[in-house]
T-cell receptor, first 114, second 110 residues
Framework: NAGVTQTPKFRVLKTGQSMTLLCAQD?????MYWYRQDPGMGLRLIHY???????AKGEVPDGYNVSRLKKQNFLLGLESAAPSQTSVYFC?????????????FGAGSRLTVL | KQEVTQIPAALSVPEGENLVLNCSFT??????LQWFRQDPGKGLTSLLL???SQREQTSGRLNASLDKSSGRSTLYIAASQPGDSATYLC?????????WGAGTKLIIKP
């Protein structure tokens, strides 16, 4: 099925470890986003990309890095994981940056940092 | 800073009832508004998108409206079914950013 695929779905890390979350979309969308979702809060934008080779900071970028080397892939990295980064991470994509475009989401990646 | 409030935070109703979920923005300058559904452990699925030139959208038993003068949106669900049980989130496009509500957790009792 066409859409957004996130890997891994679950991961447990120890404080200080590093990891990368992969997001892949096959809809030829230009814009891709990484959000985190915490209990009782709305989704918060971590980083986003407006096209291959570009990235930009969102609302809560500290402690994360991203790369968009290929149009279909958007990677989210944690260099030194902290318990505050325990969350569910969602990747999304849209054809363009217009708010009139429907966001397509992945199924999420649940990360626990001990 | 633009903020979004969704009321109620949780709602439990018997099957068959009509219900309304609310979404309010502190700044009424909203251009487009989307409603999403999220099932437990799953991603978000777009339900309805109200574009800047529109005031409401309908899909099946769902109707969403946007009052730009007040910065409020409502999602109306007619003849609710147990399969409608999920968390419903609204997101508004304001100043080129998408601002999210925390969601309303809806339970439809058979």
């Amino acid at each position: 099925n066409a859409g957004v695929t996130q890997t891994p779905k679950f991961r447990v890390l120890k404080t200080g470890q590093s990891m990368t979350l992969l997001c892949a979309q096959d809809m030829n969308h230009e814009y891709m986003y990484w959000y985190r979702q915490d209990p009782g809060m709305g989704l918060r934008l971590i980083h986003y990309s407006v096209g291959e080779g570009t990235t930009a900071k969102g609302e809560v970028p500290d402690g994360y890095n991203v790369s968009r080397l290929k149009k279909q892939n958007f990677l989210l990295g944690l260099e030194s994981a902290a318990p505050s980064q325990t969350s569910v991470y969602f990747c999304a994509s849209t054809p363009s940056g217009s708010g009139a475009n429907v966001l397509t989401f992945g199924a999420g990646s649940r990360l626990t940092v001990l | 800073k633009q903020e979004v409030t969704q009321i109620p935070a949780a709602l439990s109703v018997p099957e068959g009832e009509n219900l309304v979920l609310n979404c309010s923005f502190t700044d009424s300058a909203i251009y487009n508004l989307q409603w999403f559904r999220q099932d437990p452990g799953k991603g978000l699925t777009s339900l309805l998108l109200i574009q800047s030139s529109q005031r409401e959208q309908t899909s099946g038993r769902l109707n969403a409206s946007l009052d730009k003068s007040s910065g409020r949106s409502t999602l109306y669900i007619a003849a609710s079914q147990p399969g409608d049980s999920a968390t419903y989130l609204c997101a508004g496009d304001s100043n080129y950013q998408l601002i999210w509500g925390a969601g309303t957790k809806l339970i439809i009792k058979p």
